[in-house]
């Protein structure tokens, strides 16, 4: 009886070990040490979850899912100064110009008026490949209100408050490659294709309400 008992107690030592290396591996492997992290979406483009190793199991590949990659700036790397931005402040500011919208209150609102021409997209792969991870260039959810400027431009600055005719108040948290001067790109949640369809490109006028740099 006594060498038996020894038998179950040295199994459960050593299952309690393999658990305990099990779980340090996978705390280990879980760490992105290069900054790097991928997606996964499934076959309509929305996003799964989130993983630091490139690869998705046999099951999420006969599912049609996807996986993508997302390269997070380096901490030291801020060329437009976005890290330094209260976005809690911003946003608030953004939902002030809305609801004074709403109310007729437009009148009392100060902006400046540009000529712009915008064009509609979506988190989604049809919009976004390669860079379809469901964030902004500032690491923001990407989805309505999200607005896509050219920080280069020097007229809109990460930050700004932009009313869109037709579009309403959004937060110009996003850039592009193809968004140059005064071309803007407005976002539509995931599963709106349609509505970024219908939009396409247009010529619209832009109110800046509210100029981050100015807030200084």
């Known amino acids: 009886f006594l060498p038996k008992e020894k038998i179950i107690k040295k199994?459960?030592?050593?299952?309690?070990?393999?658990?305990?290396?099990?779980?340090?591996?996978?705390c280990l492997s879980n760490f992105p040490v290069?900054?790097?992290?991928?997606?996964?979406?499934?076959?309509?483009?929305n996003i799964v979850r989130f993983s630091s190793q490139y690869q998705i199991s046999s099951k999420e590949k006969a599912a049609g899912y996807t996986i993508t990659e997302k390269y997070s700036?380096?901490?030291t790397t801020d060329p437009y100064g976005f890290n330094k931005i209260d976005w809690e402040k911003a946003e608030a500011q953004a939902e002030e110009v809305e609801k004074a919208l709403s109310v007729g209150k437009d009148k009392d609102i100060p902006y400046s008026e540009f000529t712009v021409v915008a064009t509609a997209y979506t988190p989604?792969?049809?919009?976004c490949w390669p860079y379809a991870d469901?964030?902004?260039?500032?690491?923001?959810k990407a989805g309505y209100k999200?607005?896509?400027?050219?920080?280069?431009?020097?007229?809109f600055h990460y930050g700004d408050v932009l009313y869109v005719e037709g579009y309403g108040v959004g937060l110009a948290n996003d850039c592009g490659s193809a968004i140059k001067g005064n071309r803007i790109d407005v976002c539509f949640n995931l599963g709106d294709e349609q509505k970024a369809l219908d939009w396409?490109?247009?010529?619209?006028k832009l109110e800046q309400?509210?100029?981050?740099t100015q807030r200084e």
């Open 134 to 140: 469901g964030f902004t260039s500032t690491n923001y």
């Open 73 to 75: 700036l380096p901490k």
């Open 11 to 26: 199994k459960i030592r050593i299952f309690i070990i393999f658990v305990i290396v099990l779980n340090l591996f996978f």
């Open 146 to 155: 999200s607005i896509a400027i050219d920080p280069e431009y020097g007229t």
């Open 34 to 45: 290069d900054g790097k992290f991928y997606v996964v979406k499934d076959k309509e483009g």
């Open 209 to 212: 309400t509210y100029c981050y």
């Open 200 to 204: 396409g490109r247009k010529k619209i």
């Open 124 to 127: 989604h792969e049809r919009s």
